[in-house]
C-alpha cells in the first residue's frame, strides 16, 4: 500500500507485519533474510550456485526462526548487561566483513532510542583513528561470531581491552575462548557465517531497547523522528 511498492516494478513483500516502532526492528531483520533469499535465487538463475549448496542454504535458512528464539529467550540477560551499562556515554560497536553493518544497526538502534551517541566501525578500521575515542568507561561491543575472520576479530577485541575500554562479546554457543578477553559475552546458537548477522542484530535490537528502558526513554516514540518522512 505505500507509494514506493506503486511505483515499483518489482516488489518483494517482507509479510512480517506492521512495525510498530519508529525505530525499525523486524523489517530490518526481515530485509536480511529476503537479501539471503535472492542471493540465491540469483546464485542458481545465473549459474553460480549448485542445487545442492542451494539446498543447504535454504536448510540453514529453515533452522533460523528456532534460533532466533533461543536469542529471544535470554531477554533477560541481555536486560541485565544493559543495565550494567546503561550510564555510559559513549558506546562503540564493531564487527568484520558480514557483521560490520550489524555493527552500524547496532549503533543506530542505540542513537535512537536511548539518545546515547553511539558509532560502529569495520573493526579492522580502528587504528585509523576511532582507537583514540576508547578508554576507562567507553564500552565496545564486538560481533565475534565464528566466521573466517574471527581470529582478526579476537586481535582487535585485545587492542580494546589494552586501552581498558570494557569489551561486550555476541559470540556464537561454544566458544569458550572469547570469555577469557571480554568482559561479558552474549551468546548466539552456532549458525552459518551468512545467518548468524540476523541472530547478531536481534541480540543488539533488544540491547538498546533495554538501555532506552533504563534511560526511562519512549521506546516507541523516539524524539524527533516519525515513521513517515516526507522531506528530502
Excluded at 558480514?98 to 558509532?119: D, M, Q, T, V
Excluded at 548477522?197 to 519512549?218: D, E, K, N, R, T
Amino acid at each position: 500500500g505505500s507509494t514506493i511498492a506503486r511505483e515499483s516494478k518489482g516488489v518483494i513483500y517482507m509479510s512480517s507485519g506492521p512495525e510498530i516502532g519508529v525505530a525499525a526492528t523486524k523489517t530490518f531483520t526481515s530485509q536480511l533474510v529476503i537479501m539471503y533469499l535472492l542471493a540465491v535465487f540469483l546464485g542458481r538463475r545465473r549459474g553460480m550456485l549448485n542445487a545442492e549448496n542451494a539446498r543447504k542454504l535454504l536448510t540453514e535458512l529453515k533452522a533460523l526462526p528456532k534460533h532466533a528464539q533461543t536469542v529471544l529467550d535470554q531477554d533477560g540477560a541481555i536486560a541485565n548487561v544493559a543495565r550494567l551499562f546503561a550510564k555510559a556515554n559513549l558506546f562503540i560497536f564493531v564487527g568484520r566483513h558480514l557483521n560490520y553493518p550489524i555493527a552500524l544497526e547496532g549503533a543506530l538502534k542505540l542513537k535512537e532510542i536511548s539518545y546515547i551517541f553511539a558509532e560502529g566501525f569495520a573493526a579492522g578500521e580502528l587504528k585509523h583513528g576511532p582507537l583514540a575515542l576508547l578508554t576507562t568507561g567507553v564500552p565496545v561491543i564486538a560481533i565475534a561470531t565464528k566466521s573466517p575472520t574471527y581470529d582478526k576479530l579476537v586481535s582487535n577485541i585485545k587492542e580494546i581491552k589494552a586501552r581498558d575500554a570494557s569489551v561486550i562479546a555476541v559470540a556464537s554457543e561454544g566458544d569458550e575462548a572469547i570469555a577469557q578477553l571480554a568482559d561479558v559475552v552474549i551468546r548466539v546458537p552456532d549458525a552459518s557465517e551468512l545467518v548468524s548477522p540476523v541472530l547478531s542484530a536481534i541480540v543488539l535490537q533488544l540491547f538498546a531497547y533495554h538501555v532506552a528502558v533504563c534511560s526511562g526513554c519512549p521506546v516507541d516514540k523516539p524524539r524527533n523522528l516519525a515513521k513517515s518522512v516526507t522531506v528530502e
